[in-house]
């Protein structure tokens, strides 16, 4: 059985496409933090490649901040 989604991708993208990088890298980690639960629950043998996807984008994250307090 196959999902249909009705999810709009064009608006997304517009929405999203001039934001900072900051805010995307953000987006990015919540939607990861979204599907690790989600494959979690559903015990998904590929949940541990989200996980690592999902700790590289916290780390990435944490450095951009560091990046930025560095220039202020």
């Not at 001039?18 to 599907?35: D, H, T, W």
């Not at 999902?54 to 944490?62: D, F, G, T, W």
Request: aromatic fraction near 8%; charged fraction near 20%; glycine fraction near 2%.
């Amino acid at each position: 059985m196959s999902q249909q989604s009705n999810f709009d991708f064009d608006a997304f993208n517009a929405l999203t496409q001039r934001k900072p990088v900051g805010l995307q890298i953000f987006l990015a980690q919540s939607l990861l933090s979204n599907a690790l639960w989600s494959m979690e629950n559903y015990d998904n043998p590929r949940q541990v490649e989200v996980r690592d996807a999902l700790n590289a984008i916290k780390a990435l994250r944490a450095q951009l901040k560091a990046d930025a307090l560095a220039r202020a």
